[in-house]
């Protein structure tokens, strides 16, 4: 959705959207394939901030209280930690207030 479109909209709506957007921003993190339990439930905790708190500042994911006592650096590589950084980056720019 383009910040053109969220200008008139009601703001239960903009608030629903910014939520389903980590759920869809992390779907790949459910391939029970390619991640474990653990790795599952860690993106879980993350997308459960977001739902939350709309965004998540990067030294949020260094404690892991905000995490369900879980270490990302420990549960995932680091390539697999850029990647997740740079969903959770896009999703706060899209929570960002549009200057007008």
């Not at 892991?64 to 959770?88: Q, R, W």
Request: glycine residues 4%.
């Amino acid at each position: 959705m383009l910040p053109e479109e969220t200008h008139d909209m009601p703001s239960g709506k903009f608030i629903r959207i910014l939520r389903e957007l980590p759920q869809k921003a992390f779907s790949d993190f459910f391939d029970e394939s390619v991640y474990n339990e653990e790795q599952i439930s860690l993106v879980q905790c993350i997308m459960d901030w977001l739902a939350q708190n709309v965004t998540m500042e990067r030294q949020e994911l260094g404690d892991s209280d905000n995490l369900g006592c879980l270490s990302i650096s420990e549960v995932f590589e680091p390539t697999t930690l850029k990647s997740i950084l740079a969903i959770i980056d896009r999703v706060n720019a899209n929570a960002m207030p549009m200057a007008t």
